[in-house]
């Protein structure tokens, strides 16, 4: 592939990423709205035509690395393990 065909393909990439924050953004804009109401209704599920609308408390008990690091910093080097990745980057 050329630079020309690279270069085009980065635009129309740049272009399309525009337009999916642009529709990420009414999305959100819609969800929120709805949220509102369930809020204002204080309601956690409802019912709109065909669709059974959900906006619940959920609870997670998560692993607090930083803080067993802290307390426990040798016990924390044994179990560490490095992991290997890609990221793809245009600047």
Do not use: W
């Amino acid at each position: 592939m050329s630079t020309n065909e690279i270069t085009t393909k980065i635009r129309r990439m740049t272009r399309l990423q525009a337009k999916a924050e642009q529709l990420q953004a009414k999305i959100t804009a819609i969800q929120d709205e709805i949220k509102a109401v369930m809020l204002e209704q204080d309601t956690e599920e409802m019912s709109a035509g065909e669709y059974k609308i959900r906006y619940s408390v959920i609870t997670l008990n998560r692993f607090d690395s930083k803080a067993f690091r802290a307390s426990y910093d040798a016990l924390y080097q044994q179990f560490v393990k490095p992991t290997t990745s890609r990221r793809f980057s245009v600047a």
